[in-house]
């Protein structure tokens, strides 16, 4: 899960407020909820794959433990042309949930710069169009599992790069603080849809690894974090918050054509280092949870894990879907233990 197209601001001001992340005061969740760690878990359209974050063994220790899983559902699942499809989303579910399912379920709609509207000026038809079609969508959804807690993935919406005024593109943390402020504000101008979702998920995931980019990884990262669930902490209405992370480097072949990325998407975060610049200072400014996606299952089923060369010499990957997947476990034990600590000293 991608946020791939990002808008531009004119950026006058050479002076950047590094600062404001950092006078954050740490809240207490929202009043009445206890933190909750979530796995998502994503399945193929007829439900015979099991694609998401990790195996069943894995997700049924952390549920013993008090976590909780999240079914993440993809465009696949729910659209059909680009239209949201009501019958189609129904014919999965009858897969994966059953009728009383009380749990979370994550839409995940990016297709047509559909996020990105999300952010266009409120008058513009595009902005419209698009906070009309994921409210309606959303609403229908829940006619299916009125039980269960329903949202979008990266909603709301924050667009993390902008462009100065020689057009060249910048990272969160080089951008002034008004107009950072300017994005946060953008993310949650959509009440309408804000209004029609159980729970906010902000995506969080992490551009810069502390091997290839140690100048920018921990400031960087940290003050998007800090600054992105901070902001939907405080207009979130009580209901809760669960960023979104993901223990690999998010990046695209459009971040590293303009120098916002290196090249080495995929690669695997330590530990220490995914807890510390994403989790941690997400649940440090109030967040009520933690929803973890990662598609390491899906890459060893299709076998592009081999093909990806931060990923292939991670483990000692034979090629052999069996075996692979069993490394893939023995690792997730690790993040998964973890996330529970971290969410639940």
């Known amino acids: 899960m991608n946020n791939v197209t990002l808008s531009a601001l004119v950026i006058a001001a050479s002076v950047v407020d590094l600062h404001a992340a950092d006078n954050l005061q740490p809240l207490d969740a929202n009043p009445g909820t206890e933190r909750t760690a979530l796995i998502g878990v994503l399945h193929s359209f007829d439900g015979s794959m099991r694609a998401g974050t990790t195996?069943?063994?894995?997700?049924l220790d952390a549920e013993a433990r008090g976590a909780g899983r999240c079914i993440?559902?993809?465009?696949?699942?729910?659209?059909?042309?680009?239209v949201f499809d009501l019958d189609r989303l129904a014919s999965h579910l009858d897969r994966v949930a059953p009728q009383d399912y009380d749990g979370y379920v994550m839409l995940d709609w990016e297709s047509d710069n559909?996020?990105?509207?999300?952010?266009?000026?409120?008058?513009?038809?595009?902005?419209?169009?698009?906070?009309?079609a994921l409210t309606n969508a959303i609403l229908e959804a829940r006619t299916l599992r009125p039980n269960a807690k329903w949202g979008y993935y990266s909603v709301p919406y924050v667009q993390y790069t902008f462009a100065d005024a020689s057009g060249?593109?910048?990272?969160?943390?080089?951008a002034p603080l008004h107009h950072r402020q300017h994005q946060m504000m953008l993310?949650?101008?959509?009440?309408?849809?804000?209004?029609?979702?159980d729970y906010y998920a902000p995506s969080i995931y992490d551009m810069w690894h502390s091997e290839d980019s140690p100048e920018i990884d921990t400031i960087g990262q940290q003050v998007f974090v800090r600054e992105v669930v901070d902001h939907c902490v405080k207009h979130s209405r009580q209901i809760p918050v669960f960023p979104v992370v993901w223990h690999r480097v998010l990046s695209t072949s459009w971040h590293e054509d303009r120098g916002i990325t290196l090249?080495?998407?995929?690669?695997?975060?330590g530990v220490p280092e995914w807890i510390e610049d994403q989790v941690a200072p997400a649940l440090d400014v109030g967040a009520d949870g933690i929803v973890w996606w990662g598609a390491d299952l899906k890459m060893i089923n299709n076998g592009y894990h081999l093909l990806i060369p931060w990923v292939s010499d991670e483990l000692p990957y034979s090629g052999m879907t069996p075996l692979d997947m069993i490394l893939a476990r023995w690792m997730h034990v690790d993040y998964a233990e973890a996330m529970l600590r971290a969410v639940d000293p």
């Open 72 to 82: 993440v559902i993809t465009e696949p699942s729910f659209l059909v042309d680009g």
């Open 168 to 174: 060249d593109w910048i990272r969160w943390h080089e």
């Open 55 to 59: 195996n069943e063994s894995v997700l």
């Open 263 to 269: 090249g080495n998407r995929n690669k695997l975060f």
């Open 114 to 132: 559909i996020l990105n509207r999300l952010t266009d000026d409120a008058d513009t038809i595009e902005y419209t169009t698009a906070v009309s």
């Open 187 to 197: 993310s949650t101008q959509a009440t309408e849809l804000l209004e029609a979702v």
